[in-house]
């Protein structure tokens, strides 16, 4: 699986740390698990030692991410975040993602719907969308 495909899932979650320097998201808001399907969390993520990781899985069938800070980490790949930018309740961030073998850098937009629900889209087709649920701290 490529960096881009896998970042992708990285990437709805790098919009959240992003999102903490606008003015009405704190770092709380961002923080955390994320999946695209909150029926999933259980079998995505375990705890282990008072935080969420990802369970021991076969294969990349999951589709969540864990930002931590500036970072977000997917099953296979990780992301910094490089710069963000808010207009309206549009927030896009800038990602630089590697995993074992390559790296790549992309841009990211998502918005809000609640503190526990998060849209990915592409400006150009807003209509195309990937929602992402926060699973239980």
């Excluded at 903490?20 to 994320?34: N, T, V």
């Excluded at 294969?59 to 500036?70: A, E, L, P, T």
Aim: aromatic share 8%.
């Amino acid at each position: 699986m490529s960096v881009r495909t896998t970042a992708l899932a990285a990437i709805a979650a790098s919009p959240l740390l992003l999102a903490a320097s606008a003015a009405f998201a704190s770092p709380d808001r961002l923080q955390g698990a994320w999946v695209s399907d909150a029926a999933q969390c259980d079998q995505v993520f375990v705890a282990r030692q008072g935080r969420l990781t990802f369970k021991k899985q076969k294969g990349d069938v999951w589709s969540g991410f864990i930002v931590s800070g500036k970072h977000v980490r997917g099953v296979r790949s990780t992301c910094d975040l490089i710069s963000s930018k808010q207009k309206g309740d549009v927030l896009s961030f800038l990602l630089s993602c590697k995993d074992a073998i390559t790296f790549d850098t992309m841009s990211v937009s998502v918005r809000f719907k609640d503190d526990n629900t998060l849209v990915r889209f592409d400006p150009d087709f807003p209509e195309v969308e990937t929602r992402y649920n926060r699973c239980n701290r």
